[in-house]
């Protein structure tokens, strides 16, 4: 997905663009808040989560397959109270031991990662028995109206959207790859409804 010129030249930046919407801040606020220890973010991104991790969070591993996406996010970690570092992989295979993080938190990442439950038995597999996984992500609404559109929009979204899907249960996905859900907030943000269906909350392995 990153070897093509446009996803190498254009795509970080149409993220990045994106990525900034004030809309998200509040969620970002919510989910980082809970982030304690060693802490894995999957899809790191241009790092608009940093400035959210509080002390509980001792150090944060920042995986992207994005290499310009990466050095962004390094330029964001500089002003980081937190030890940042940084991986270039791929959330289905994690380049860490088994049941070496406290904490996984994936921001808006679930919707484009091509293999969303062989990456979420990834982050099952890495998280220690007593550990936790934080998500925020945006997924297919309730509404049968909604529904619709996200499954008409999808195809060409995914195209200009560096793969983004408008229509994965991400409830389900995150069941199906073997976590429990402790607590699930779900409901639209501010915006076109196929977008916006929100799905916060955190799981156990
Ligand atoms: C919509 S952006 C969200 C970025 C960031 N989490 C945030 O909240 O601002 C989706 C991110 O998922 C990353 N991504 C795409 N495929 C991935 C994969 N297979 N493994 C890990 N991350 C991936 C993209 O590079 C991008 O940084």
């Known amino acids: ?30 989910v980082l808040s809970a982030a304690e220890g060693r802490v894995l973010e999957i899809g790191i991104g241009s790092g608009f989560n940093l400035p959210f991790y509080s ?3 001792s150090e944060v591993l920042g995986l992207d397959p994005s290499p310009r996406l990466i050095d962004m996010a390094r330029r964001a970690a500089g002003g980081s109270s937190v030890p940042v570092t940084f991986t270039e992989g791929s959330a289905e295979a994690i380049p860490l031991d088994d049941g070496s993080i406290d904490t996984v938190v994936t921001t808006w990442t679930l919707c484009s990662i091509p293999g969303a439950v062989q990456a979420l038995e990834e982050m099952r597999r890495v998280l220690k028995p007593a550990g936790q996984l934080l998500f925020v992500e945006h997924g297919l609404s309730p509404e049968t109206n909604v529904r619709k559109w996200q499954d008409r929009l999808t195809p060409i979204w995914k195209r200009i959207g560096g793969g983004c899907h408008l229509n994965r249960p991400i409830k389900s996905l995150i069941e199906i790859a073997g976590f429990s859900i402790d607590r699930i907030d779900t409901g639209y943000a501010r915006g076109l409804k196929p977008m916006t269906f929100m799905f916060e909350g955190r799981a156990r392995p």
């Open 1 to 30: 997905m990153w070897h093509g010129r446009r996803q190498e030249r254009i795509l970080p930046h149409l993220i990045n663009l994106a990525m900034r919407n004030r809309e998200l801040v509040p969620y970002r606020e919510r």
């Open 55 to 57: 002390s509980h969070a």
